[in-house]
């Protein structure tokens, strides 16, 4: 046996000798949550992790990181570029959230940012060329190694702009590819604001999955964000994707192996790095810069609820949750409608047990969307309801209907009931329903709203959701606490 030993440490001894790893650490979707959420994530503790690893590193990130928190929020991301130059990124993109504030806000963003900001796909809508300081990629050089990140950014921002414009993603790529490939690099990243498997906005498919189709041999790495996935070691074509899930609660390491001699890309491969603050610690600078940005007066709280209130249905037979329908419960008493359809993705976190503060209301729904009401037929209730349908997920909650499905053996939804108000839904019957002004518009997972002309549409009053979930929870004024809601309003038969 340790001959045996002794004769395999011999032939991967000259492997071992002639091969050099350089560290790739990547993050996604941290929208501002700068604090650890139980016990877990935040920058200190990210910060912890860096430093207790290697030196000579590249650090990340896939975007979305200017608003889904107070202090985001209320900075217009400016504290979050603060942050992130604080802990010394090397490169972002462009994330669709970097809109929030409008186009009228992105330039701020840009200049306050000390890191590199990759995005081939995105130009200036009357000049067509990269506006400063955006770049369509660059070349770091890490342990003697050549890494070249080309940024691709999401082209769905949340907000309609006028200022810029964006490219087709893998056209942008191509030619960036092009000009990278002259320079010889010994790897190449893409730092992308969308997901290999995105099964949470609607899309058919994501294009994504397409970079090692097109660009197999020549893309190494994938690093995607956008569906708040963890994705780690997916392999496409000899190409490396991975995801780094949402919120600061991890990172993902990666690790490149290059040829010492010759300096050729050999292999990657990633791992996730949960950031609980017991076993990463926290570092003291960075933890002090977080607190000193901590917004004041936000800590008050609003009100309690018995249970948590999560984001998970506790039956796996239900898609629905406890939140969400509270949600769609109460923005169907304020539109005084037949049906509400809310979003899943607009709810962020979980309602904790407990005391609830605003800062806890606005972590769950960090968004200024105020409500629409609209009529529609049958039919159509019945095409909303069917997009927001996929293989164990709904993409939309509601209040004053019921749906109930079954899957066929290719995971397809088939045998679709619904009921409104108890009653079975009848095709030629007109129905009032609303929804937030966000899927109103048809963005993201609203795509289906698209088709309803907008002479259709009226807003409901001035309150957004967040006034109303606030309102729900008594302002400080409700004797008892909230108890969750029933769950089953989407139930897999």
Not at 6 to 18: G, R
Not at 85 to 107: C, Q, R, S
Not at 151 to 161: F, I, S, V
Not at 282 to 297: M, W
Request: glycine share 8%; aromatic share 8%; charged share 25%.
């Amino acid at each position: 046996m340790k001959k045996l030993v002794l004769l395999l440490t011999a032939l991967l001894l000259p492997f071992a000798l002639s091969a050099k790893d350089t560290v790739v650490y990547h993050t996604s979707d941290t929208h501002g949550f700068y604090y650890p959420q139980k016990g877990q994530g935040g920058f200190a503790a990210l910060a912890a992790v860096l430093k207790k690893g290697p030196k000579n590193y590249l650090l990340l990130d896939s975007g979305d990181f200017a608003n889904g928190t107070i202090e985001a929020k209320n900075s217009k991301g400016l504290k979050s570029v603060e942050i992130m130059n604080a802990l010394k990124y090397d490169a972002a993109t462009i994330g669709n959230h970097e809109f929030d504030f409008t186009d009228a806000a992105v330039p701020a963003i840009l200049d306050k940012a000390q890191f590199a900001i990759l995005a081939a796909n995105f130009v200036e809508a009357d000049t067509l060329k990269y506006p400063a300081p955006v770049e369509p990629y660059k070349i770091f050089t890490r342990n003697g190694v050549k890494i070249a990140v080309i940024g691709l950014a999401n082209n769905h921002p949340t907000q309609d702009t006028q200022r810029y414009a964006f490219t087709k993603p893998l056209e942008a790529l191509e030619t960036a590819l092009t000009q990278v490939e002259k320079q010889n690099p010994d790897a190449v990243v893409v730092l992308v604001h969308d997901s290999v498997a995105d099964d949470k906005h609607g899309q058919k498919g994501s294009y994504v999955a397409e970079i090692a189709e097109k660009f197999a041999g020549r893309v190494n790495v994938v690093l995607g964000g956008h569906a708040h996935k963890i994705i780690q070691n997916k392999k496409i074509n000899g190409v490396l994707f991975a995801e780094s899930g949402c919120y600061t609660k991890n990172v993902s390491k990666v690790t490149i192996t290059t040829d010492n001699k010759t300096g050729k890309f050999v292999s990657a491969k990633s791992e996730i790095i949960p950031l609980y603050i017991n076993k990463t610690g926290q570092d003291a600078s960075i933890l002090k810069l977080t607190e000193r940005l901590r917004e004041p007066g936000v800590d008050e709280v609003l009100g309690y609820t018995e249970e948590p209130m999560p984001k998970r249905a506790g039956n796996p037979k239900f898609l629905d949750n406890s939140l969400d329908n509270w949600v769609a419960d109460l923005g169907r008493a304020y539109a005084g409608v037949d049906v509400f359809v809310t979003n899943t993705g607009g709810t962020r976190v979980d309602m904790p047990q407990g005391a609830v503060t605003k800062r806890d209301v606005i972590n769950i729904h960090p968004f200024e969307n105020t409500i629409t009401r609209m009529t529609v037929d049958g039919r159509m209730l019945k095409r909303i309801v069917k997009s927001g349908l996929s293989k164990g997920k709904t993409r939309f909650a509601y209040s004053g209907l019921a749906v109930s499905f079954v899957y066929n053996k290719k995971g397809k939804v088939k045998d679709l009931r619904i009921w409104v108000n108890t009653k079975p839904l009848e095709n030629h019957k007109n129905y009032t329903i609303a929804t937030n002004s966000f899927i109103a518009q048809g963005r993201s997972e609203g795509a289906v709203f698209k088709s309803i002309p907008d002479n259709k549409k009226e807003q409901v009053g001035t309150k957004t959701i967040r006034q109303l979930i606030e309102e729900g929870l008594g302002k400080g004024t409700r004797k008892e606490p909230l108890k969750p809601g029933p769950e089953g309003r989407v139930a897999v038969r």
